[in-house]
């Protein structure tokens, strides 16, 4: 029999996960322990997955002008979330991010789970940070299971889908980062779930992904779309470019595809809906 999957949190990922989980789903604003608890009785699930969380109305740097709702939802939720869970005997499972960490491409190998976090530049990465390292001590007694995810591409058109920001945006970077394609961020969350996994696992395909390369892709098939290259480090953005490692995951079991062999695949099927 499948586990009974309650999701907190209807976002992007959230209402993802509802889908191909056929999970129940909770709009309830967490604001306290006793939140959280009538939810959980009433669903009665055997596993939750927090997929709340603030990553600001245009982008992370929003987190900065609104530090109450950031702490709240990055912050204090999932550990009122683990409270519950354990209370409960269940299992729950946190989607977090790959954004918390400096990184140096010349010197730096792709990040491990056990690389303790490091980038306290912005008030998003700092707020994950925090709710990360409890749960991560929670998870060796346990049942808590936390998946860093990292700018997701999805093959369905979402405003948080990395192709619809960048097809907005019109200029892009060249520099690699390490992304979650989400149709294979499902399937190892299936995997991880049926092994019954606790702790730390990256859940990013294999790579770094350049945003050019993506947008050449979209231009095959969109020929009268137009990008423009440039230069990162003349835009004094705060931001975290990074490759993270998918050892430990493929060591559960699980391969994630390279990143290159997915783009063509995801664009067709984002440009049939």
């Known amino acids: 029999m499948e586990p009974k999957v309650l999701i907190f949190g209807k976002g992007f990922i959230g209402e993802r996960l509802a889908r191909e989980f056929n999970a129940e789903v909770t709009e309830r604003m967490i604001f306290k322990l ?33 530090k ?3 702490l709240t939802a990055n912050s204090f939720v999932p550990i009122l ?17 790959g954004c918390i960490y400096d990184y140096d491409y010349e010197k730096s190998q792709p990040i491990t789970e056990e690389e303790i976090p490091h980038f306290f ?14 749960l991560e001590v929670l998870s060796k007694t346990y049942n808590i299971l936390i998946t860093r995810i990292r700018i997701p591409l999805d093959d369905k058109p979402h405003p948080k889908n990395i ?15 390490s992304v979650t394609y989400i149709p294979d961020f ?29 947008m ?31 050892s430990k995951l493929e ?10 062999s997915v783009l063509e695949e995801c664009v067709q099927s984002y440009l049939k809906k």
């Open 163 to 177: 192709i619809n920001k960048l097809v907005k945006y019109g200029k892009v970077i060249d520099v690699p980062n």
């Open 216 to 246: 050449e892709i979209y231009k095959k098939y969109v020929p009268d779309f137009k990008f423009e290259v440039i230069d990162y480090h003349k835009l004094g953005l705060v931001r975290t470019n990074l490759l993270m490692s998918t």
């Open 68 to 70: 109450e709702m950031t």
């Open 81 to 97: 979330l683990a409270e519950v869970a354990l209370r409960n005997k269940i299992k729950l499972i946190h989607i977090s991010s």
């Open 34 to 66: 006793s939140d959280a608890q009538e939810e959980y009785e009433k669903y009665k699930p055997d596993i939750i997955i927090n997929c709340i969380g603030y990553t600001g109305k245009n982008n992370v740097d929003d987190c900065e002008l609104d």
């Open 251 to 260: 060591k559960s079991g699980f391969r994630m595809r390279e990143i290159d």
């Open 186 to 214: 499902v399937q190892a969350m299936r995997h991880l779930i049926k092994i019954d996994a606790k702790g730390i696992y990256n859940v990013v395909n294999k790579g770094g992904l350049r945003y050019p390369k993506l």
């Open 121 to 134: 530049d912005l008030f998003y990465s700092r707020s994950k940070i925090y709710s990360e390292r409890a």
